[in-house]
């Protein structure tokens, strides 16, 4: 039987756009999620990082694996690297692993798992993209609160991060997964153009015709109001990371998207259009 690839998150923002594109080239796809839940033209598996009993089932016939690390877990390598090393003995040659911009080979949190790529598969890629579109017009924070104020709230002043839409991570996913033995390493992956939040609000506002506005708080007072909603240690990192905004470090655009995929990544404005387009007004503003 042809070999599968494992995605693991096979729900989630970009495993399940990645298990359904690689689905759709007529490949095998092992969806896996904690609850086995069905993906079309995929085979459901149950996979649970924090249960190694699901690891030996998941990687049945599987020689490549699509991972992304447990949720809002500040060490995620702890349970990681066992299930890669099992990969790795069961024959897995390639692995694409969803890290962040934000974090460097070697650094905290997911940054161990990227650096423990290279010594245990063949082919091996650490997608880094910046901010998710989808966090402005899905469900998390942001998206909420312009749905429902008409409010960004950010420390991140007039620093400029350049928006990347989820299914452009996906498109550069599949092509890590499947292109020639060059198509990994370590991967930027960025939108168009680099916009401050208020620019982001600008745009949302003209395609939505619902005024919203960029609120900037200070670190301490973001740190303050996340730590009601999440652990203050994990609090006090969120807003470092906005911190990092203010002070440039998501200002760069990469051509990362366009030279893997061949087509340009989708801007914030075409993304919010999109979601306008497709009946979903209430997610877009």
């Not at 594109?21 to 990082?49: H, M, N, Y």
């Not at 598969?121 to 998710?132: C, D, I, K, N, Q």
């Not at 104020?149 to 928006?163: L, N, P, S």
Request: aromatic content about 4%.
């Amino acid at each position: 039987m042809t070999a599968a690839t494992l995605v693991i998150g096979a729900t989630g923002t970009t495993g399940g756009r990645v298990a359904r594109l690689l689905a759709g080239q007529g490949r095998r796809v092992r969806a896996a999620s904690r609850r086995a839940a069905p993906v079309a033209g995929a085979e459901p598996v149950r996979f649970d990082w924090y249960d190694p009993g699901t690891f030996e089932d998941s990687l049945t016939e599987v020689d490549r694996v699509y991972l992304v690390p447990p949720v809002g877990d500040p060490d995620p390598a702890t349970v990681m690297l066992p299930f890669l090393a099992r990969a790795r003995a069961r024959g897995v040659e390639r692995a694409v692993l969803l890290s962040s911009s934000a974090i460097p080979s070697g650094g905290p949190g997911v940054g161990q798992v990227q650096q423990a790529l290279p010594g245990l598969f063949e082919t091996w890629a650490a997608l880094r993209p910046s901010w998710f579109m989808q966090n402005l017009t899905g469900d998390h924070e942001h998206a909420r609160s312009i749905r429902e104020e008409g409010v960004i709230r950010t420390a991140t002043d007039d620093g400029r991060v350049a928006f990347v839409d989820a299914d452009d991570i996906a498109a550069v996913a599949v092509h890590a997964l499947t292109a020639g033995r060059d198509a990994g390493g370590d991967l930027v992956v960025t939108g168009p153009e680099a916009l401050s939040y208020d620019d982001a609000a600008a745009v949302i506002s003209e395609v939505t015709g619902r005024p919203v506005t960029h609120r900037r708080l200070t670190f301490e007072q973001l740190r303050d109001r996340l730590a009601g909603l999440l652990p203050r240690e994990f609090a006090a990192v969120l807003a470092g990371l906005d911190r990092a905004i203010a002070e440039g470090a998501e200002d760069r655009v990469t051509d990362t998207v366009e030279r893997l995929t061949g087509r340009p990544p989708r801007s914030l404005r075409a993304h919010v259009e999109r979601a306008m387009a497709a009946g979903d007004g209430r997610r877009a503003g």
